[in-house]
């Protein structure tokens, strides 16, 4: 059995990945309370997320998807936007070779101070938005490090509001770096919804168990911009 069903028939339980106050600056979340937002900027049309460059990050790895870098993305300039809680950049880029670089983000920078997540910048994607995935390494006192992952979205249909769908696990077993699951992007929107664009943010967290042990490393958020059937 995969190790993540183990995990999850043991009773891994999951959480909600941010508290309502980390998303301030967004409409609320269908998940939190909602609140009335009067100045809402509804997503654009889907022709104007524009192309961006991509290259096949995760060919060494038997991925052969195109991806470009999310905004921000490879934590080389500062925070890049990002929203923190518990994580800050440091002066180690990932060494599976996706792309170059000298820094990344530590999810749980400082033990005894809960849990921590990063949010994303909020950026545009369609149909042709499948999936995402990064590269992590674990940089804990124990073996079992995880991070969740979440995608905040609204929709011209209702800018007002953010939805939240959670995508995946991507459990790290060892301190060596290496690619996440393929966590599901686009997939999870309504094909209507796509069609006239949607914002998004991606959101990752590791609980306060895992920050206390030492946290988790992140790199390189890539997204795939090509759906294929």
Avoid at 16 to 24: D, E, I, K, T
Avoid at 77 to 98: D, Q, R
Avoid at 142 to 157: C, D, F, G, K, N
Avoid at 179 to 185: G, K, R, V
Wanted: net charge positive.
């Amino acid at each position: 059995m995969h190790p993540i069903a183990k995990l999850l028939l043991a009773g891994v339980a999951t959480s909600a990945l941010v508290p309502a106050s980390a998303l301030a600056a967004w409409p609320s979340s269908s998940r939190t309370t909602p609140t009335t937002t009067s100045t809402a900027i509804a997503p654009a049309p889907a022709a104007t997320c524009g192309s961006r460059p991509v290259t096949q990050a995760f060919a060494r790895f038997g991925d052969a998807a195109d991806y470009f870098l999310a905004p921000g993305g490879d934590f080389e300039t500062t925070t890049g936007g990002w929203t923190l809680k518990n994580a800050s950049i440091v002066k180690e880029n990932e060494s599976a070779g996706i792309l170059r670089g000298t820094r990344s983000l530590l999810l749980g920078a400082s033990r005894w101070r809960g849990d921590s997540y990063a949010i994303s910048p909020e950026f545009c994607v369609t149909a042709d938005h499948p999936t995402f995935r990064f590269v992590t390494r674990g940089n804990g006192y124990s073996r079992y490090q995880a991070i969740t992952t979440e995608l905040h979205y609204r929709t011209a249909s209702n800018p007002g509001r953010t939805l939240v769908e959670q995508s995946d696990w991507a459990w790290q077993y060892s301190k060596r770096w290496a690619p996440s699951a393929i966590n599901p992007l686009a997939t999870q929107i309504s094909d209507a919804d796509l069609k006239r664009g949607v914002y998004v943010r991606l959101a990752f967290k590791v609980t306060d168990n895992t920050a206390d042990n030492g946290g988790v490393l992140i790199d390189n958020v890539m997204i795939d911009p090509f759906r294929r059937q």
